[in-house]
């Protein structure tokens, strides 16, 4: 899915997710959970412009958990695995 307001419009929304922002490449520069109901918001707030942007984004991965927990614990291994670049460090 393309990393824009409208392709953020159209992922899943009814359960909890962890989400990868890709660079044209498809390097994963930066991993995060949102909640159910949240992802829009939360890859809002990632876009050129925005609060806690990520620059050099251009598609996003989503992939739905069945619960919180289950996406925190799958954030935790793909971000030790591989070590986004936006990712602060001991997370």
């Known amino acids: 899915m393309k990393f ?3 392709g953020i419009d159209r992922l ?12 044209e490449q498809g390097k994963n520069i930066y991993t995060g959970v949102a909640k159910r109901g949240r992802i829009e ?3 809002a707030e990632h876009l050129p412009r925005a609060k806690d942007r990520i620059p050099g984004g251009s598609k ?7 619960s ?3 996406a ?3 954030e935790r291994g793909i971000i030790a695995r591989s070590k986004p670049m936006h990712n ?3 997370k």
Do not use: F, H
Not at 12 to 23: F, L, Q, R, T
């Open 88 to 90: 602060k460090r001991g």
């Open 72 to 74: 925190q614990r799958s």
């Open 4 to 6: 824009t307001k409208e």
């Open 41 to 43: 918001d939360r890859l």
């Open 12 to 23: 899943p929304n009814d359960k909890p997710v962890v989400y990868k922002i890709m660079n």
């Open 60 to 66: 996003v991965q989503v992939t739905q958990k069945p």
């Open 68 to 70: 919180i927990a289950d």
